[in-house]
């Protein structure tokens, strides 16, 4: 009877192992793959080898890479490489971006950037706010842009456990984006959630249009069990009237991996598409 006992609690762990691990292959789309959408003069953005995991593009058309990312279990093409911030002038007619120098006293040796997002001031004066995971650790750092040096001076480390605050956040594993209102107190309350088929990265919001722009990963199990012959997909969603009952959501970009490999943030400025990944290449296409 023991034995029993001990076989009839061994198969239902098996079981219940089982079905945990076809929940985590559908979570990851592990399954799935990918039509290629192509679009014209797309070109390897130069200065990006190691990642791009995000993108943020000022109103005159300079853009800030965060770029380098390192995390457990994800591949990465410079491992002994600390992360930094790349910067490219759309307006110009180049695909190369340029790295920052960052100010003395910032440890740049832990610098691990996860995100970015500028603001302009009413003197004109540009500040970065970088999410930053120094050894294991989550930080946001303050950046002030020195244009004419092509240079970053470190202004100050924040930590706080309830620092991200989102207007639309991206439910990664859950394949879906929630549209949260901003209230005059700073709350938040949440509008609507819309539901994909893909695991969605870095969101952006055009400025002109209001549509969103989404980083995707159709695949995320390649993400995680790398292999040169098989690489993980890129796709870029555009979604437009995302408040409406009836939100329109279309593939802008979408490759097999043999371009681009493991898509993160689609930007865009000026009829151009910047789309940054999270250890690969990035991509500069014209819409």
Known sequence: MA?????TALGLALALLGERFVALRNRLN???EIEPVDLPNCRLIKGVEAGSE?????PNGLAFLSVG???PGIQSFAP???????MMDLSQDSTRARELRISRGFDLASFNPHGISTFIDKDDTVYLFVANHPESRSTVEIFKL???ENSLLHLKTLRHELLPRYIYVADSFAHEIHVMEK?????????KVLALDTIVDNLSVDPSTGDLWVGCHPNGQKLFIYDPSN???SQVLRIQNILSETPTVSTVYANNGSVLQGSTVGTVYDGKLLIGTLYHRALQCQL
């Open 3 to 7: 034995r029993l006992l001990v076989l």
């Open 30 to 32: 592990a399954s799935r």
């Open 54 to 58: 995000d993108i943020d593009i000022l």
């Open 69 to 71: 990312l390192k995390f």
């Open 80 to 86: 002994e490489k600390p992360g930094g911030i790349l």
């Open 146 to 148: 020195e244009e004419e």
């Open 183 to 191: 209230h005059a107190n700073w709350s938040l309350t949440q509008v």
């Open 231 to 233: 690489p993980p997909a």
